[in-house]
C-alpha cells in the first residue's frame, strides 16, 4: 500500500481514480433501466442536450475537452475580462433603467435609485421616454459628475446627447468627469422600427467624445433587438459584430483611427436564466470583438465594455414574483460573465411602469450579489471550468459563422434591408416556440405549476415601446393568449372552463398523472376539478355531471387502464362528455386524444378551448 503524505486530506486520495470507461459503464447500466440498451458514446450522446446554433450540451466534461488559452484578464483575447482587474475592486455597474415619461416622477426615482445603490441611470429619452426638452428636470439634483448617463432616444439621440452635454457644461461638470454613453444606435434603431437614420450625426458626437470627453462613449451597439425577436446567442452574437464593424467603418471614414473608433463603442447584450449559457455569450462576445479588432490592425483595442441586461424575453406576466428568481440567476451570469455594468429589469417589466418595490428588488439585486455574495471578488469565477470553457470555444465559432453570412450579405444594413436576418432570427424562434409549446422548455408559473386563483398584478401602462421593424417575442405568449381566453370566459360567464379529471384506483396509481393533467389544462386556464378522488366505471358518469366539466381525462396507471379506462371513457361519453381525454399513450375506445409529456400543450389547449366554446 503506498503510503501518502499527512496533508489533511487523505481520505479520498487512497481511493484509485476512476476512468472515463468506468463511468460510461455506469451510464449504461441507468439507461438499461429506463428501457434505452445503448454502450460507450452512445450512451453518453443519449444524456447529451441539443441547444441552439447547432451546440450540444455533454453530461460530463473533463480536461480532454480542449478549448484555445483564455489568456488573462486585461489582454488579447480578453475572454477573462477587459480589465486586468475586473470587477473585483468595486463589482460591476449597477444601472438602472427608467422608462417612464414623466420628468418629476422620473426624478423621484432617480434619485430615490441612486441613495440606494444605483451607479449610473439608463434613461429612454424622446419619443418613448422623458421629452428631450425635461431632461434637465428629470435629472435635477442629480451630481452629473458622479452618476453616469447612459442615454436610450432612439432617432433623437443628436438632440439628446447635444441636451446632456449642455447639462453638465451647465454643472460645471468638467470634461474628464463626465462619463456614461450617448445612445447613438442607427442600426439597432432601424431594427426595431425599420426606420434608416442618417449615421452622421452618430459619427460627429464620437469625434466630439473623442476630442474633449474622455469618459464619454457615443455608440452603442445594442444585440436587444435580435435577442428581442427570437434570435438566438450566436445569431444575437453575430448581429453584434456586424453593427459593430459596420460603425468601425463609418467612424475610420470619418477619419478616426481604429483604437479612437473602438473606444467609442459600448455593446449590450441580453443574459437569461439559462446562466451558463449567459456566461459563456459575454466571454465569446469578448474573444470575437478582439479578433475583429486584431483583424483591424489594432489588438490591444479589441477590449470590448458590455452592458447586460437581463432578458425581456424570458419575463412573464403571470405569476410575475417568479421573474425575480429568473433575473438573479442572469445577474448572476453577467457578473460571473464579467460584464461591466449590469441592468436588472424589475419583475413587473413586462405589465408596464415598474413601483417602487419592484425597482429596489431589482437593484438590491445586484448589491446582494456584489456586497454579500461576494461574486465580483474573483476574477472569472467560470474561468477553468471545462465545460464553461468549451462552451465559450463553440459558440464563439457559431456566433463568427452567423458574422461572416451578415458580412458576405453586405454587412449589417444590407442584411437587416433584404430580409436575411429577419428570416433566420423568425426560423430559430419557431423551433423554439414548439419547445415551449411541448413544454420541453418549462415556464414556471405558466406552462408548470400555473395558478389560475392568483389575482393579477396590475401596473400603470408603459411607453408603446418601438415597432415597425423586427418583431418582440416573449416565451410566455402562446401560453398567455390562451389564458386571456380564459380570463374572458370567467368574465362572461362567472367560471373558468373546466376539466374532469376521471381518477382510477388509489393515489398511489393516479396522484402522477392527474397531477400531470391539472397542470397541463390549467396552462390554458382550464381548472381541473378532481373530485372525487376516485372513480370506478360505476361511479364516472354521476361524477362527470356534478363536476359543471363539458370533458374529462382519464387519470391512472397502465395496469388500471387495461382493466378499466374504456369502461370509464364510455361512461363519461354517456353523460355527455364532449371529449375525453387519457394521461398517456395506448389505444383505448371511446377516448379521443391523448396527452403526455411531449405531446404539443398548446395545440391541445387551444383546440379543446375552441371546443368548449372559448372564444
Known amino acids: 500500500m503506498t503510503v501518502l503524505p499527512d496533508d489533511g486530506l487523505s481520505l479520498a486520495a487512497e481511493f484509485p481514480d476512476a476512468t472515463h470507461e468506468q463511468w460510461q459503464r455506469l451510464v449504461e447500466g441507468v439507461l438499461r433501466k429506463s428501457g434505452k440498451d445503448v454502450s460507450g458514446t452512445a450512451a453518453e450522446e443519449a444524456l447529451s442536450t441539443a441547444l441552439e446554433d ?13 478549448a484555445p488559452d483564455a ?9 477573462r475580462g477587459g480589465t486586468a482587474g475586473g470587477n473585483a ?4 455597474d449597477v444601472r438602472q433603467r427608467h422608462a417612464g415619461t414623466d420628468p418629476a416622477r422620473t426624478n423621484e426615482a432617480v434619485l430615490g435609485d441612486l441613495e440606494h445603490g444605483v451607479t449610473s441611470l439608463w434613461l429612454s429619452v424622446g419619443a418613448s421616454g422623458i421629452p428631450v426638452s425635461a431632461l434637465a428636470q428629470a435629472l435635477d439634483a442629480v451630481f452629473l459628475d458622479l452618476a453616469p448617463i447612459a442615454l ?22 468638467s470634461e474628464e468627469s463626465a462619463h456614461g454613453n450617448l445612445g447613438a444606435d442607427v442600426l439597432g434603431h432601424e431594427a426595431r422600427t425599420g426606420e434608416k437614420v442618417d449615421p452622421a450625426a452618430a459619427v460627429e458626437l464620437a469625434k466630439l467624445c473623442g476630442r474633449e470627453y474622455p469618459g464619454l462613449r457615443a455608440l452603442v451597439v445594442d444585440a436587444g433587438p435580435y435577442h428581442e425577436a427570437g434570435g438566438s446567442a450566436a445569431q444575437e452574437l453575430g448581429s453584434s459584430l456586424a453593427t459593430g464593424v459596420a460603425y468601425l467603418r463609418e467612424l475610420t471614414s470619418a477619419g478616426l483611427s481604429v483604437e479612437e473608433a473602438c473606444a467609442q463603442l459600448e455593446f449590450r447584450y441580453a443574459v437569461t436564466a439559462d446562466q451558463f449559457l449567459s456566461i459563456a455569450k459575454l466571454r465569446a462576445a469578448r474573444r470575437l470583438w478582439a479578433r475583429v479588432a486584431e483583424a483591424c490592425g489594432a489588438p490591444n483595442a479589441g477590449a470590448q465594455r458590455q452592458h447586460a441586461v437581463t432578458s425581456p424575453v424570458m419575463m412573464t406576466r403571470r405569476d410575475p414574483w417568479v421573474n425575480m428568481l429568473r433575473t438573479t440567476v442572469a445577474c448572476l451570469s453577467a457578473g460571473v460573465g464579467g460584464a461591466d455594468a449590469v441592468t436588472v429589469l424589475p419583475f413587473d417589466h ?13 437593484r438590491n439585486t445586484s448589491t446582494i450579489l456584489i456586497d454579500e455574495s461576494h461574486l465580483a471578488r474573483v476574477i472569472d469565477p467560470a474561468g477553468g471550468s471545462w465545460y464553461v470553457e468549451r462552451l465559450t470555444d463553440e459558440l464563439a465559432h457559431a456566433g463568427w459563422e452567423f458574422f461572416q453570412e451578415i458580412e458576405r450579405a453586405g454587412g449589417q444594413a444590407a442584411a437587416l434591408r433584404s430580409g436575411l436576418i429577419g428570416e433566420r432570427l423568425a426560423a430559430t424562434w419557431a423551433e423554439r416556440s414548439k419547445k415551449l409549446a411541448k413544454r420541453r422548455e418549462p415556464i414556471t408559473g405558466i406552462s408548470e405549476f400555473p395558478q389560475l386563483t392568483e389575482r393579477p398584478v396590475e401596473r400603470e401602462a408603459a411607453p408603446d415601446a418601438p415597432a415597425g421593424g423586427l418583431p418582440r417575442v416573449r416565451r410566455d405568449e402562446a401560453y398567455e393568449e390562451l389564458r386571456t381566453r380564459s380570463d374572458a370566459h370567467l368574465a362572461k360567464t362567472g367560471t373558468r372552463p373546466r376539466v374532469f379529471l376521471a381518477a382510477l384506483g388509489p393515489a398511489a396509481a393516479h396522484t402522477a398523472r392527474a397531477t400531470f393533467a391539472a397542470n397541463l389544462f390549467q396552462a390554458g386556464g382550464i381548472e ?11 361511479t364516472a358518469a354521476d361524477a362527470f355531471r356534478s363536476s359543471g366539466a363539458t370533458v374529462a381525462c382519464v387519470c391512472s396507471s397502465d395496469a388500471l387502464y387495461a382493466e378499466q379506462a374504456e369502461a370509464v371513457a364510455r361512461a363519461l361519453k354517456s353523460a355527455g362528455a364532449e371529449r375525453v381525454f387519457l394521461a398517456g399513450r ?3 375506445a371511446d377516448v379521443d386524444a391523448y396527452v403526455f409529456a411531449g405531446c404539443d400543450a398548446v395545440a391541445v389547449l387551444s383546440s379543446t378551448l375552441d371546443r368548449m366554446g372559448v372564444a
Open 89 to 92: 475592486a468595486a463589482g460591476w
Open 528 to 538: 381541473a376539478v378532481h373530485d372525487p378522488a376516485t372513480v370506478d366505471p360505476e
Open 152 to 173: 436610450d432616444a432612439g432617432a433623437e439621440f443628436d438632440a439628446a446627447a447635444r441636451e446632456l452635454l449642455r447639462l453638465y457644461e451647465a454643472a460645471g461638470v
Open 586 to 588: 395506448g389505444e383505448y
Open 54 to 66: 447547432g451546440l450540444t450540451t455533454r453530461p460530463l466534461y473533463t480536461s480532454h475537452d480542449a
Open 350 to 362: 413586462s405589465l408596464g411602469l415598474p413601483d417602487a418595490f419592484a425597482r429596489r428588488i431589482a
Open 71 to 79: 489568456g488573462h484578464p486585461g489582454f488579447a483575447p480578453f475572454v
